[in-house]
């Protein structure tokens, strides 16, 4: 078969472009492997001669990255959990039941949708701060620091989000109503269809709001950044930028640091490209 | 987006009304209805407690003057907002917000649309071009953006080893006043091609083929079908990742934090996110923060106002 220059070009553009998105990962994971001498070379060395992997042990003796690895999974496992049950649950019956008023509810979370996040994080941050009875607060929320530095603040407010409800609402209204109505005539609770009848139907749904509610959760830095202070509670991202402030040129380091804190999520979305890309399609065109 | 209705309660037509029919369907409408509402309601609250609560929370301290520490609230009137106009770091950010979003996002829509197209057609490695574009979206923008800092430092950086090669002396890419925004937008259109790319690629897919075939026969050449056909048929899809990608960019603040911490050198760098974060968790002036975060709001609803009057109905397909 005669090759076309046309399908060079175009293969050659794409690889070009391939290439400049990929390599700041590469020269991440080189500059991680690189002895001191070489990652302060100049000009840079492109290939180190000897690979250290004694920089990940001693990165983390420089800031507890193990902890904060630790912080990070636990909340993002923490998030997806509770946004699956909460969210398919709220979905079905917004898609599934006729009541009174569930239109208005639909709407109403639609909005909350398009709230952009600095219209609602200051007084977040406040009804944190002033949770009663936490943190040395009393009955009204005054005098401690309520759910700021717990686990609490770090995981309640992002547990749920009204794109997953969306989402789920969106994949249970195609079921067909007669798979429902056969269960309720074979005499099964309203709790058993949703659970054993409906929800095992909408897994890809269910794949794909998992994983985007783990990436958000993994990658989320501001809301972390704003209410914890303790390094114990710290998750990678913000334990990532406070160990930069302080070491400001051990590149090494903090490529060592960089690569535990994007390497989970590369090689999740490696494995399930497909659903983040229906995932975030959807999500585009709806 | 369709609202399909469900078929609620379907009439049973032909069966004749027995007197125990009607009661039964009543009682299974209340057992439906009452699970529907146990099902809603830890939704409905947590969306209460955390979005609807601090929204209106926000829009009430912003008139007000709320002190932190003592706990004391009284009425401000618009005084926030006159304080935060005289603010000259603030209107700064404000300039320096419409420079970043006006550059970082007709670049990389362009770049996005390009690629797209590029890998419409059926080739070899489709999927790993497509992951590759993607990747920089799906991973940590402080960690990546770390790569980049280390990628812009001056001395012994991969960026200016580059350009030395051309011959190129290189800035202090990201102490220059001069140049660190420009950093932040090469970081940011790295960053936010891939996601546009994906939804330009999601809209080229629902074109069918059939619609170049008068093209092909007329012979025109690829650009001339790119321009003739395949721009003006991506019209909705343009203006929603335009619309999307203002969002996101009047709302930038990870990258900016990282790779420019205080604001940049002279603060040159300063984005309304970044005064907001400043103003409410730094200096602790939570009304004028609340004030602040309003008109970045408002900003917000003026851009999709405007961009829904452009779209006219198209947008309501969605």
């Not at chain 2, 343009?238 to 205080?262: E, N």
Request: net charge positive.
């Amino acid at each position: 078969m005669r090759v076309k220059p046309s399908r060079v070009l175009l293969h050659l553009i794409l690889a070009i472009g391939a290439l400049i998105m990929i390599v700041p990962f590469a020269w991440m994971l080189i500059s991680s492997l690189k002895s001191h001498a070489e990652i302060s070379a100049y000009p840079p060395v492109i290939w180190p001669t000897e690979w250290v992997w004694s920089n990940y042990p001693n990165a983390m003796g420089f800031a507890p990255f193990g902890t904060y690895f630790r912080n990070s999974l636990l909340i993002a496992v923490g998030h997806t959990v509770i946004n699956l049950a909460l969210a398919t649950m709220a979905g079905y019956a917004l898609a599934r039941v006729p009541f009174r008023g569930r239109s208005l509810i639909f709407m109403a979370i639609l909005a909350t949708m398009m709230i952009p996040t600095y219209t609602k994080i200051v007084p977040q941050y406040l009804i944190a701060k002033g949770m009663p009875f936490f943190g040395g607060n009393d009955y009204l929320g005054r005098g401690g620091f309520g759910w700021l530095d717990s686990w609490w603040v770090l995981i309640v407010p992002g547990a749920l989000t009204p794109f997953a409800i969306f989402m789920f609402r969106q994949f249970y209204l195609s079921l067909p109503a007669e798979l429902e109505e056969a269960a309720r005539i074979d005499g099964m609770g309203e709790f058993a269809i949703f659970g054993k009848v409906m929800t095992p139907l909408v897994k890809p749904a269910i794949a794909t709001v998992a994983l985007i509610t783990f990436e958000n959760s993994w990658n989320n830095f501001l809301w972390p950044l704003i209410v914890t202070t303790r390094d114990d509670l710290r998750v990678i991202q913000v334990g990532l930028a406070a160990f930069q402030q302080v070491e400001k040129t051990e590149w090494a380091y903090l490529m060592a640091g960089s690569t535990l804190a994007t390497i989970p999520m590369i090689v999740l979305f490696l494995f399930t490209q497909r659903y983040f890309v229906q995932g975030f399609a959807t999500a585009g065109i709806k | 987006m369709t609202v399909t209705s469900l078929p609620a309660k379907a009439p049973a037509a032909g069966a004749p009304a027995g007197p125990t029919r009607p009661r039964r369907r009543r009682r299974l409408g209340y057992e439906r209805r009452r699970a529907a509402w146990l099902m809603l309601t830890p939704a409905l609250i947590h969306l209460t407690w955390w979005i609807g609560i601090p929204v209106l929370a926000t829009f009430v301290l912003a008139f007000t003057h709320y002190d932190v520490l003592a706990g004391t609230i009284t009425w401000a009137g618009l005084d926030n907002f006159t304080e935060i106009f005289a603010d000259e770091t603030w209107n700064t950010s404000i300039l320096h917000t419409v420079v970043y979003t006006f550059f970082t996002v007709p670049v990389a829509m362009a770049l996005a649309v390009v690629i797209a197209v590029l890998l419409n057609a059926k080739m070899r490695a489709r999927a790993w071009y497509r992951a590759a574009f993607f990747l920089p979206h799906i991973t940590a923008t402080v960690a990546i953006a770390l790569v980049w800092m280390w990628m812009f430092e001056p001395n012994i950086g991969l960026f200016n080893a580059v350009l030395a090669m051309f011959g190129v002396n290189g800035p202090a890419w990201l102490s220059d006043p001069a140049f660190a925004m420009a950093a932040v937008i090469v970081v940011s259109v790295w960053k936010g091609v891939g996601l546009k790319m994906l939804i330009y690629l999601a809209a080229l897919q629902s074109i069918p083929p059939e619609t170049y075939e008068a093209a092909d026969l007329d012979g025109a050449s690829g650009p001339r079908r790119f321009w003739s056909i395949t721009l003006p048929l991506l019209k909705p899809a343009t203006f929603f990742v335009f619309v999307v990608s203002m969002i996101d960019a009047f709302q930038v603040f990870d990258q900016v934090y990282v790779l420019t911490p205080d604001g940049g050198p002279a603060n040159a760098t300063t984005v309304m996110t970044f005064e907001i974060y400043r103003t409410a968790f730094s200096e602790f002036r939570i009304s004028t923060a609340c004030a602040q975060s309003l008109v970045l709001f408002a900003f917000l609803l003026v851009l999709t106002v405007i961009s829904r009057r452009l779209t006219g109905k198209d947008d309501d397909a969605r």
